[in-house]
């Protein structure tokens, strides 16, 4: 019986192997491939050295031997050209979409935004809210076409916009609006008590404007505050019986102040002029608009923060070529339900998205062998294409593997932006492979309006985010104490050019620890010159803990090679300079935590498994494998953790709006178990 079995066994894998090698050759033989997509570069030689010799000073390949930085396209050096420019190609055309549960989008047209636009910036100036650069308007509101609305108000008569979000908390907030001025600020219906009690504390505004209806509890609460309170359509009513002409912001105008959250001290205002932000958008397009320019029938999804200029600058793009935004609902549990709806051609979105649906698939791939081996000879088989330039969605393995994970994402995609954190290599070549089109990462700070790099869509290798944008120049700066030198093509990263910032607002110390005496952008990032010309970011200069030992480290180079652990969502690494290594807090992963612990032999609810002394040193063991694999060393590597289960987030004050660790706020939070952390290696004898 057990020859049998095993004969039996056999013939599976034969057959299987067989039905497996029939399935390659029928993707080879009857896909419909496109033509390879040719670099516009040397794949080999994607940045240069600025001319005169200094190899740390580098440019992207495709300027000329000029080496002229990109200023603009389309000659559009405003935003209010880049929305002229957009209502020009698509006048009576879909712009800005919302919806309803379970109700399909809903859409203003380019011409009726126009018209909304002029009523609500000639409603503000009959009210005395004069053009011009001395007019601050603060808004506060999800992602809404009422939000682009007020900001292309903003730009057709000059004045300045100035995002305000929750996540900064009530100081935070005060801090903005005393320090921009702001005299009127737009809030949406949400949260409205809790904000107009914010802003208006600070006796600052002079008029709130209200997205929805003023209820009498509202009016009540605006005489009690002694502030004039109006709703948005009734601002707009105005303006459309007493229309004044536009008069647009010039270049250099300041056109927002961007504000930082951060992860330490008071927000700090990022001072952003009209040229910054387009000649940002003009260098993105020159790189991506060879391979996947924009064009008026994308589609875009907004649902990450319009507070953030990643955000802002890729909706900026869209609508210079007439493209259409859908909103989310602005519950981040219904995004995948607005994806499939909206039907995106363009998705922006951040490392995390990403690895859930990276981590979603593969649960699927994994719960057998079957599905697995067909996913990865679907995997080789893509990816073969990609290394020969051939980026599609029409191949068997597209049909047969990867069908399920485009639908989700509306089918339609053909550009995938990751930007604001680093994102696994592993999911890069996966999203490039299961989606089917362009995937590309991008590097920059808010100080440089959003990018400063960005690969080219062309681009097939992985694990670094590009040579610069077009818009500026990079270079590489020695930093001596962690013994990077720029002379081998290491060192901290800093920027010039069109797209970077004017300074803070009003703040001219942190202005000068920013920016230096011949305009070099500081970004506190270390970076390094790869062979073919793109930048690798290998560290950070900023948060850099002495330890005990002697030793530096980087508690967020530390984080970024443990977060990929498939039992955990969020990794925090804490270090102290009287101690020799760090220590962290883990966040289980509510999807596979219990999963992964009953591989492991051990059973229960989430809560006990995360206190089980047997899977702490699990763990431990292996994100030590992991941190061996990548690269780090030992005095980097974790020994002693704590592993709990409420994540951290924007609502509970533990991540910026761009997603990063607010680390002094999750010290103060967990100060007793990072101090018990600290006491457990010292009773274990590691001090030194």
Known sequence: MSILILLSSHLLEIVLASVLGLLGFVSIMFSRRPAPTQMPIDRNRQSKPLPGGDESIRVNSILGEDCNLIESVYEVDTLYKGFQRGLGISRDQPFLGTRQPNRPYQYLTYAEVQERVTNFGSGLINRGHIVGQGTFVGIASKNCPEWIIVEESCHSYAQVLVPLYDTLGQEGIEHIVAQANTEVIVLSGDKFTERFKTVTGTKIPKLVVKIGTVTEEDKVLATEQGVELISMATIEEEGKNARVDHVPAKPDDLATISYTSGTTGKPKGAMLTHLNIASNCAGAMTVLNRNSPFNENDCYISYLPLAHMYERSMQTSVTMNGGRICFFQGDVRLLMEDIAVCRPTIFASVPRLLNRIYDRTMAVVNASSLKRKLFNMAMRSKQIDIRNGIVCN??????????????????????????????????????????????????????????????????????????????????????????????????????????????????????????????????????????????????????????????????????????????????????????????????????????????????????????????????????????????????????????????????????TPTLKLKRIEIVKSYKETLDMLLESMKQSGATK
């Open 394 to 655: 029409t191949t068997i393995w597209d049909k047969l593997v990867f069908k399920k994970v485009q639908a989700g994402l509306g089918g339609r995609l053909r550009l995938v932006a990751s930007a604001a954190a680093p994102i696994d290599p592993d999911i890069m070549n996966f999203l490039r492979c299961a989606l089917g089109c362009y995937v590309i990462e991008g590097y920059g700070q808010t100080e440089a309006t959003a990018g400063a790099t960005l690969q080219f869509p062309s681009e097939s290798n992985l694990g670094h985010v590009g040579p610069p944008l077009p818009c500026n120049i990079i270079r590489l700066v020695d930093v001596p104490e962690m013994n990077y030198f720029s002379s081998q093509g290491e060192g901290e990263v800093c920027f010039k050019g069109y797209n970077v910032f004017k300074g803070y607002l009003h703040d001219e110390a942190k202005t000068k620890e920013a920016l230096d005496s011949d305009g070099w952008l500081h970004s506190g990032d270390i970076g390094k010159w790869l062979d073919h010309g793109g930048l690798k970011i290998i560290d950070r200069k900023k948060n850099i803990v002495k330890l005990s030992n002697g030793e530096y480290i980087s508690p967020e180079k530390i984080e970024g090679c443990y977060t990929r652990h498939p039992a955990l969502i969020q990794v925090f690494v804490h270090a102290h300079s009287l101690y020799p290594f760090p220590v962290s807090i883990l966040v289980a992963d509510p999807d596979s935590f219990v999963g992964w612990a009953e591989k492991r032999g051990v059973k229960g609810n989430i809560e006990d498994l995360c206190k089980n002394k047997d899977l702490l040193k699990a763990i431990v063991t292996e994100l030590d494998a992991d941190g061996r694999e990548h690269g780090l060393n030992p005095f980097e590597r974790i020994k002693h953790v704590s592993i709990i289960t409420d994540q951290f987030t924007i609502e509970n004050n533990m991540l």
